[in-house]
């Protein structure tokens, strides 16, 4: 199996702070790697496909880069709705598909 | 505008099998891939397995020796069984819709709102 991982598991921000996440797959993935959005008690949201291809309806703010391993999801400008858990999980080599082990967003 | 519900039992009892159901509204269940996902505390988000719309399905290798998933288009449901479940198969279960590029890449959008099963007796 491929392992995900993320870093960091917590980052605390402002409203109007640029964020970086961090993900690393554990062999080349090229660039099958999406991004999702998790808020308290509500399902996985799809933010990002293909590592950089953003979801219909998601934010501008948001953007995602990288190929091979290393994997980042950038919020330009967070706001108040972006504090969440995301997730990165790979479509490289299946089955299975594997997911980062999250990194929470939280109000500084 | 496509929504999933999953329903089922929400209690089940160490060596028995784990039943859900996921009915799909507001769109067909046809020309679709299906993907069942588990969260919990301790181990994340896991990937069950998928099935499309005419039955074919992929497995983790992780579950397959006691993972059953169907599909009932004329009811626009698809269905999870899991045997012989301890109290590691204690999570939240979510359904999902692939989206696939590239004929084979399938990421998950969008997700039911998740329900919890807990194994004990």
Redesign the interface.
């Known amino acids: 199996d491929i392992q995900m991982t993320q870093s960091p598991s917590f980052v605390s921000a402002s409203v109007g702070d640029r964020v970086t996440i961090t993900c690393r797959a554990s062999r080349d993935i090229s660039t099958w790697l999406a991004w999702y959005q998790q808020k308290p008690g509500k399902a996985p949201k799809l933010l990002i496909y293909g590592a950089s291809t953003l979801q219909s309806g998601v934010p501008s703010r948001f953007s995602g880069s990288g190929s091979g391993t290393d994997f980042t999801l950038t919020i330009s400008s967070l706001q108040p709705e972006d504090f969440a858990t995301y997730y990165c999980q790979q479509a490289n080599s299946f089955p299975p598909f594997t997911f980062g082990p999250g990194t929470k967003v939280d109000c500084k | 505008q496509v929504q999933l519900q999953e329903s089922g039992p929400g209690l089940v009892k160490p060596s028995e099998t784990l039943s859900l159901t996921c009915t799909v509204s507001g769109g067909f269940i046809n020309s679709f891939y299906w993907s069942w996902i588990r969260q919990s505390p301790g181990e994340?988000?896991?990937?069950i397995?998928y099935i499309s719309d005419r039955g074919s399905t992929?497995?983790?290798?992780?579950l397959r020796s006691r993972l059953t998933l169907s599909v009932d288009t004329s009811n626009n449901q698809f269905s999870l069984k899991l045997s012989s479940v301890t109290a590691a198969d204690t999570a939240v279960y979510?359904c999902?819709r692939d989206?696939i590029?590239f004929g084979v890449?399938?990421?998950?959008?969008?997700?039911?709102?998740?329900h919890l099963v807990t194994v004990s007796s």
């Open positions: 994340g988000l896991e990937w397995g992929n497995y983790n290798p992780s979510y999902a989206l590029t890449r399938h990421w998950f959008d969008p997700w039911g709102q998740g």
